[in-house]
């Protein structure tokens, strides 16, 4: 009888093709919410039929039966898709106000443990309690309908992954590889099983004026199982408040114990001017913009936001690391910056000594400014604060590298990399410490998947090149050179090189890059590099005067004893004097990087001319 039914059902006159849906995206269109959602509701008995003919959709659906689906349960349906797709109707506030009396509360509090699937209502969760450790926040949509306030949206989904991060039970997936899913529309288990966690928090948050609404839930990844959602407005000055009572509900439906100092920090946020919060989340906006520029932004608003609140200490944090990463990387418009980025982290941690980020700025910090015993210090001081902070790991496993600690350095990179997995800058730091390590096939390895993550990386494709001049690959590391050259606008550099290299090989493609690093007027000054080039060149005396000049600006001097393209000055005197300037001396050392003989200069290719050179660079 069940077939004969189908048989009628299939051959039954359709209705017309105005009533026919035929994609998901049409599904979801005529619904108002995302295809996600679409997907799960047919999970909730959703009327979405499969065609078995390949020349038709492969899905489709009828209005018709839509619309007799969503009458059958509007007040269940219209509540899970106000949380799941952000849009608070009025009659979810009805159903909030206090004067409605008992029996509404009851049918409220039915509404909130019932689902609906295809057998009828159910108790969520009531096949079996899921076991969540570990969690992704999605980025938060901006639902206030302006571009303006993106950084605002991106702000309050890093600052729940900041206060959920502070759970040390639970593994929370760090910003970055959890901003790449921003308007994804792969699947939950998908995005789960890309990030190796348990659970996702996704939501939406709505600024109008002086009030903000946030709606979050919570979804079972495995199975794309909604288990908790909810809804949360307050005014602007309760701001910090209200992302701790998020995150602490969150908490609680995954039934993870917090210690008493997290349930303090949660529940007593410090308090913040509203304006100058505003101007932490510009500056933090642009700062992971990961480049000059955006440094360059975000040092403007982060010392507006400490200007308006001289209490702020993620703010003084945040300063310190902009600071410092100008510092190290030669940005720098103002000789002390170097300096001041310490005097700013060190604030940070006097105004707030349990914030992880802070201790991790003072020992970056102080990575950069030669104060190693102080860096190593702090940086454990900020792991130990903040397992889950992935920036707190990498900087760790920087020190532990420059004093050629290589094995305990790995282990950090692996954790930074575990919390961070879709990070482009994160590979770029574990194949930097690889290059340090002299492990130069897996340095490759880690800027391949850099780039695969981030092709417009510029670092990825520069420090590759470093890679491949180890490799005695003259022609692939000038390639990537070129590469990077382009990428940050520097067309003149990158014909230059190319051109240099098809007359002279290898040893002119240096040249020219060593005049580019030599001369203060070029973008790419940085007399670290400069040095490199001239004692790869044999170039003595002019690798220790950009050495000398290097120690003097603190730029890039905390790699003197780990730098394989310093290999060729190793044995001279003057480079033994100026590593116990540094104090990174040789007795530092807990595990040689696998090094040539320093007394015999590097090898490189022959100079190469006209027809002779490789085509691939062009």
């Known amino acids: 009888m069940a077939d004969k039914m189908a048989n009628l ?265 509203p304006a100058a919060y505003e101007d932490y989340l510009r500056a933090r906006y642009f700062f992971e913009r990961w480049n000059a520029e955006g440094r360059g932004k975000a040092l403007d608003y982060f010392l507006r936001a400490i200007a308006k609140d001289r209490k702020f200490a993620a703010a003084y944090a945040g300063l310190a690391d902009t600071l410092t990463l100008r510092s190290y990387f030669g940005e720098s418009t103002m000789p002390k910056e170097g300096a001041d980025g310490i005097a700013a982290a060190q604030q940070a941690v006097t105004l707030d000594g349990s914030l992880a980020e802070a201790h991790a700025s003072v020992g970056f910090a102080s990575i950069i400014s030669l104060h190693l015993a102080d860096a190593e210090r702090e940086l454990r001081a900020s792991v130990s604060l903040n397992p889950n902070c992935s920036t707190c790991h990498v900087w760790y496993a920087y020190y532990l590298t420059f004093v050629r600690r290589f094995p305990d350095a790995a282990q950090e990179m692996n954790k930074a990399q575990a919390l961070d997995p879709l990070s482009s800058m994160t590979y770029v730091a574990a194949g930097v410490m690889r290059y340090f390590s002299r492990d130069f096939d897996d340095a490759i390895r880690q800027y391949q998947k850099a780039i695969e993550l981030d092709p417009s990386n510029p670092e990825a494709y520069k420090n590759l090149a470093d890679v491949y001049l180890e490799k005695q690959d003259c022609s692939e590391a000038t390639k990537q050179f070129v590469r990077a050259e382009e990428l940050v606008g520097q067309s003149q550099n990158a014909l230059a090189l190319t051109r240099a290299f098809r007359l002279s090989g290898c040893r002119g493609m240096l040249a020219e890059q060593l005049e580019f690093y030599a001369d203060p007027a070029n973008p790419d000054y940085y007399p670290m590099y400069a040095a490199a080039n001239a004692a790869m060149l044999g170039k003595k005396e002019l690798a220790f005067k950009f050495l000398t000049r290097a120690y003097e600006t603190r730029h890039g001097i905390v790699e003197l004893p780990v730098e394989p393209e310093l290999d060729n000055i190793r044995s001279d005197s003057r480079y033994a004097e100026l590593l116990r300037r540094t104090g990174l001396s040789q007795d530092m050392s807990r595990g040689e990087p696998r090094a040539r003989d320093p007394a015999s200069p590097k090898a490189l290719p022959p100079a190469r001319v006209g027809k002779t050179s490789p085509e691939s660079v062009n």
């Open 9 to 273: 059902r299939d051959h039954a006159v359709e209705p017309s093709s105005e009533e026919r849906l035929n994609s998901w995206k049409e599904i979801a269109a005529y619904l108002k919410c995302s295809e996600r959602t679409v997907r799960r509701w047919e999970e909730e008995g959703l009327p979405v039929r499969r065609h078995p003919h390949k020349t038709k959709a492969a899905i489709y659906a009828y209005r018709t039966e839509i619309d007799a689906w969503w009458r059958d349960g509007h007040d269940r349906l219209k509540q899970i898709k106000d949380l799941q797709e952000d849009r608070l109707a009025d009659a979810t506030a009805f159903w909030k106000r206090p004067w409605l009396g008992a029996g509404l509360a009851v049918a409220t509090v039915l509404i909130t443990f019932l689902a609906w699937n295809r057998g009828g209502w159910r108790f969520l969760g009531a096949n079996s309690s899921p076991q969540i450790q570990s969690l992704a926040i999605l980025p938060l949509r901006n639902l206030s309908h302006d571009p303006e306030q993106e950084y605002f949206a991106e702000g309050m989904t890093d600052a729940l992954i900041t206060d959920l991060a502070q759970i040390s039970s639970l593994k929370v997936i760090s910003r970055t590889s959890s901003m790449r899913y921003k308007q994804s529309n792969k699947s939950l288990p998908e995005i789960a099983r890309e990030l190796s966690v348990d659970g996702v928090v996704e939501g939406s948050v709505q600024r109008s004026g002086d009030r903000i609404r946030i709606i979050a839930q919570l979804i079972e990844a495995r199975k794309d199982r909604h288990l908790w959602a909810e809804s949360y407005e307050r005014n602007v000055s309760d701001i910090l408040a209200l992302q701790g009572e998020v995150a602490r509900d969150i908490a609680t439906q995954i039934s993870v114990k917090l210690t008493s100092d997290t349930q303090k920090r949660l529940s007593n946020p410090q308090k913040v001017d």
